[in-house]
């Protein structure tokens, strides 16, 4: 196949004629354009359904002088194609956008995207799998093409693996595109690489730094960041850069939760989606967090890497510094007392709420704290972890290079959720989990990195698995720096989350196949609220109702407390404060309310019958 080197971010209307430019070396060839055929204008596509909301991009490649400027989308329910939308392509990107709303997702729907007269793009959009009982999530990360990082090894191992368990949705947390100037072309790329697994199952694509164009992002509402390295908040990057990544890579997502842009335009995608009964908040941990640079005193050889073992966390937890910002937390006290159609929550982004390594880059490279992760600033991060909690959502995540199983905890050790960062699909930027101190807390034989530890900022981490990579290991290039990826198992009979681990090139069907070292790990949805209770509610026993949603609320604030949908007919509420509280079970029309109950410190304070 030929391909033509492609130098900028998004392409002008090519002439019919298009000129070939001169071949180059190493990540340059990878990230030609092939020289295709009119009839493979449609490189790819990304749908998300929530809400019977069809949401679909079509992702060109350029087009022609004189060529159309619309897709058209088809499906066939049985009785032939039908034609049911057109869409504009914005040149900006080479993308075109559906959206249609009262979709039929209770079946499956073929459907094709058709460009001119012989452009053709299939797939399937699958029925919702509301009456599987384990939802499966495939994650990913780090998605680097240097050779030097195994980045140039095929993606078929991946693609096998997906297909092989039949992922009903699949998450790309981040850094799907390791170029700073040439998203547009690595984006292609990355269609081409997993376009198989892209084109007939949900998938949910989230942008972070390296995507946007930048080595690090603290995105602070839109302002514009001086230094390509981002530390002083903002992006690098233009705002028309920024806008035409994340229409490329998020506007197949359900619609967000509140659209209003930030600063210089840039849009937003905060939103939720539901799909097999499992209901994942899709938030923006980078976009409105607080660069460190003249907010708190540069403590290393880089604003963002405080070396000083010898410093006090909580001086770094300033009043003006932000992590998801008043909005998104609206966002997440919303999502989690919304249960209509859902029985567990997932909580997504790009990395996870804590400093989750010590050791950066190389062996020897050892930081006290890193700005970049979000276990800064203290607050926000537990302002994050406290809106998770309440409605006992894991989380999912990437970013870090490394996976990990935490438990995090807000005032002690396991107060709060669960959270699995997934490891990159090849590895570009090496870090290690290695606290200097054992820890403690976890029965049985461990490891001394596992256990209860502080992180760099003082935040309480449990680890409960970690696949550090090797240090000068003879393996190859994959294997030694622990590149992977993350399968979350959402079993909705038994309220059970497993998370599994594996490495790249093996095949996970194998009996013989194993995953790193601490995985499969398998909680219960009621562990995302560790937080130990100091009293009791009366024990609810339910007739009439099956698996209510059960809320909550202390009524010296007005506050609530928590809010899930119950595994049964029985349920005992904990509480942490002594006090009246109001429980309210059920929902819409059926829903009953329970004032003026008291907590008890005893653990067996009674029953509270409850008939629907």
Not at 285 to 304: A, E, H, L, N, Y
Not at 447 to 460: I, R
Not at 549 to 572: A, K, M, P, Q, T
Request: glycine content about 10%; hydrophobic content about 35%.
């Amino acid at each position: 196949m030929i391909f033509t080197s492609l130098l900028l971010c998004s392409l002008p209307s090519l002439p019919a004629t298009a000129v070939a430019l001169p071949p180059t070396q190493g990540k340059r060839d990878l990230l030609s354009l092939p020289e295709i055929e009119r009839s493979e204008v449609i490189c790819f596509a990304l749908y998300t359904v929530s809400d019977s909301v069809l949401k679909m991009t079509a992702q060109l490649y350029p087009l022609l002088d004189g060529e159309d400027r619309e897709v058209r989308l088809e499906v066939n329910r049985g009785s032939g194609w039908n034609e049911i939308q057109r869409a504009t392509v914005n040149e900006d990107g080479w993308t075109s956008v559906f959206r249609v709303a009262d979709w039929d997702d209770s079946i499956e729907h073929s459907y094709r995207l058709l460009h001119g007269e012989s452009a053709v793009h299939e797939g399937t959009v699958r029925r919702n799998p509301i009456e599987k009982d384990e939802i499966v999530v495939v994650g990913f990360t780090g998605n680097s093409i240097q050779p030097a990082h195994g980045g140039d090894i095929s993606r078929e191992d991946l693609i096998a693996n997906v297909q092989s368990i039949d992922a009903d949705l699949l998450f790309f947390s981040g850094d799907q595109v390791y170029d700073h100037n040439r998203h547009y072309a690595a984006w292609m790329k990355f269609g081409r690489d997993f376009g198989p697994i892209l084109r007939d199952r949900p998938v949910i694509t989230i942008p972070d730094d390296h995507d946007v164009g930048q080595a690090n992002l603290w995105g602070q509402s839109g302002k514009k960041s001086k230094f390509g390295a981002g530390h002083d908040g903002g992006y690098f990057k233009s705002p028309e850069y920024v806008r035409q990544v994340e229409r490329a890579q998020t506007s197949h997502l359900p619609d967000p939760y509140d659209s209003t842009p930030v600063e210089r335009g840039i849009g937003v995608y905060y939103t939720d989606l539901n799909w097999g009964g499992i209901s994942f908040a899709i938030m923006e941990d980078r976009k409105f967090k607080t660069g460190p640079s003249g907010v708190i005193p540069k403590q290393g050889p880089r604003p963002d890497h405080i070396l000083n073992p010898d410093y006090d966390p909580s001086s770094v937890d300033v009043a003006e510094a932000v992590l998801l910002g008043d909005r998104q937390l609206e966002f997440l006290d919303w999502w989690g007392q919304d249960w209509e159609g859902v029985e567990m929550k997932a909580a997504l982004s790009q990395t996870i709420f804590c400093g989750g390594a010590h050791i950066h880059g190389k062996v020897g490279g050892r930081l006290h704290a890193d700005l970049d992760s979000n276990g800064w600033p203290q607050t926000g991060r537990n302002k994050a972890i406290s809106a998770m909690r309440k409605c006992f959502a894991v989380h999912f995540a990437g970013d870090q290079h490394l996976a990990t199983i935490f438990q995090h905890g807000v005032d002690s050790w396991g107060d709060g959720n669960y959270s699995f960062c997934v490891p990159s699909i090849a590895n570009l930027y090496l870090r290690w989990w290695d606290p200097i101190e054992e820890g403690g807390g976890l029965s049985g034989d461990m490891a001394p990195h596992l256990g209860e530890h502080l992180d760099g900022f003082g935040n309480h981490v449990t680890c409960h698995a970690v696949a550090n990579p090797e240090p000068g290991g003879s393996g190859g290039k994959l294997s030694t720096r622990a590149a992977g990826f993350g399968v979350m198992r959402f079993r909705k009979s038994t309220r059970e989350i497993t998370m599994e681990c594996w490495p790249r090139n093996v095949d996970i069907s194998s009996t013989s196949a194993t995953q790193y070292p601490g995985w499969p790990k398998t909680i219960a949805q009621v562990d995302n609220y560790g937080r130990e209770a100091t009293a009791y509610l009366p024990t609810l026993e339910i007739t009439g109702a099956q698996n209510p949603v059960v809320r909550v609320v202390d009524e010296s604030n007005g506050e609530w407390i928590y809010c899930l949908r119950i595994l049964g007919s029985s349920f005992r509420p904990k509480v942490f404060e002594p006090g009246s509280y109001r429980i309210e079970i059920g929902e819409g029309q059926t829903k009953q309310v329970f004032g003026g109950v008291m907590a008890t410190s005893l653990e067996e304070p009674g029953t509270l019958s409850v008939q629907f």
